[in-house]
């Protein structure tokens, strides 16, 4: 069996979504990354990274959630088309989260929300940058329902962070395709139970900025 170890976070989110997503049994081991789990010696001989999540088949362990994404495609060959063009779509926007979404809403969590020291430099580089991310995605679901064509790993990957937006103060106003794509995903089944892998993650709604959201999208999300 598929074992999986991980977190509640964005990146956690997009193994366990795939897996729930592609129908796949697995097995799930919590990793407390406020006890340091990840970096324990045991853990780090599967990722030598020690982050999460990992997967471990039969023995092979993937790390790294981009990579969990395109391995657990091609195994199954699902959620990720098999001629050239079609794979190299998907990948594209699998790598435009990995490298732009993922780190650029990252930096700005930690300076919009986890450090102490306020710097408005910092704040608005990630918080500008994330937002100018998210047109790119709205105008590419202006012209198709899922950012490959199809449904795919790429969906997955940039929904399972963008649906925090608001945790990095960025605004979604104006991005009504984007707000389309993120609610269509909220309400996938499979999407549901994969955010809540481990265990589901209660954002607090007392902090400056949150409770003053009204939209749609943002108070869905926030009754998970």
């Not at 999540?53 to 981009?66: H, I, K, R, Y």
């Not at 969906?155 to 962070?161: H, L, M, R, T, V």
């Not at 984007?178 to 609610?183: F, G, N, V």
Request: with cysteine; aromatic share 10%.
């Amino acid at each position: 069996m598929l074992e999986l170890y991980t977190a509640s976070t964005p990146n956690g989110w997009k193994a366990s979504v795939a897996l729930e997503e592609m129908g796949l049994e697995y097995q799930v081991h919590a990793i407390s990354l406020a006890e340091g789990e990840q970096k324990a010696p045991e853990y780090v001989r599967l990722n030598p990274n020690g982050r999460i999540p990992t997967l471990v088949d039969d023995g092979f362990a993937v790390f790294e959630s981009g990579a969990i994404l395109i391995y657990l495609a091609e195994k199954t060959r699902l959620l990720m088309p098999t001629d050239l063009q079609g794979r190299s779509r998907v990948i594209q926007w699998l790598m435009f989260q990995m490298g732009g979404i993922g780190p650029m809403m990252g930096q700005a969590n930690v300076f919009y929300r986890a450090m102490e020291e306020k710097i408005p430099t910092a704040i608005n580089r990630y918080q500008n940058e994330s937002r100018r991310l998210f047109e790119v995605l709205d105008n590419r679901l202006g012209e198709s329902e899922w950012l490959a064509d199809d449904f795919s790993i790429a969906d997955i990957a940039n929904w399972c962070w963008v649906r925090i937006y608001f945790w990095s103060g960025v605004s979604l106003d104006g991005l009504d395709n984007l707000q389309r794509w993120i609610l269509t995903m909220e309400d996938r089944p499979a999407c549901q139970r994969g955010i809540a892998v481990p265990e589901p993650l209660v954002l607090p709604t007392d902090v400056e900025g949150i409770e003053e959201l009204s939209d749609a999208v943002s108070r869905k999300i926030l009754q998970r």
